[in-house]
C-alpha cells in the first residue's frame, strides 16, 4: 500500500498483522491523531501502541510510553 492507496480485493486483517511493530498513525473520530508502534489490534479495532505521541489540531500535545485506543473511537489507521 503505497501513500494511503486502498488496494482493492485486500483483507484489513492481513493488513494490520503486516504492520505489528511498525510506526502507525491512528486518527480517532474526534480529530486527535496517535503516533506509535502497533503492538496489537483485536477484531474490535482495540489498538495498543507503545512510544505514542498524541497530536492535537496537528501539535504534538503528549506523549505516553504505551497508550491503548477503543476501537469505536478510531477513523483510520495508516502505517507511516
Known amino acids: 500500500m503505497e501513500?494511503?492507496?486502498?488496494?482493492?480485493?485486500?483483507?484489513?486483517?492481513?493488513?494490520?498483522?503486516?504492520i505489528l511493530g511498525a510506526p502507525v498513525t491512528v486518527k480517532?473520530?474526534?480529530g486527535v491523531v496517535y503516533k506509535g508502534e502497533l503492538q496489537s489490534v483485536d477484531g474490535y479495532m482495540n489498538i495498543a501502541l507503545e512510544?505514542?505521541?498524541?497530536?492535537?489540531?496537528g501539535k504534538l500535545r503528549r506523549k505516553y510510553g504505551d497508550a491503548f485506543v477503543r476501537g469505536n473511537n478510531v477513523l483510520y489507521i495508516s502505517a507511516q
Do not use: I
Open 3 to 18: 501513500n494511503g492507496a486502498v488496494v482493492e480485493g485486500r483483507d484489513p486483517s492481513s493488513f494490520l498483522s503486516e
Open 51 to 57: 512510544k505514542t505521541e498524541e497530536y492535537v489540531n
Open 28 to 30: 480517532l473520530n474526534s
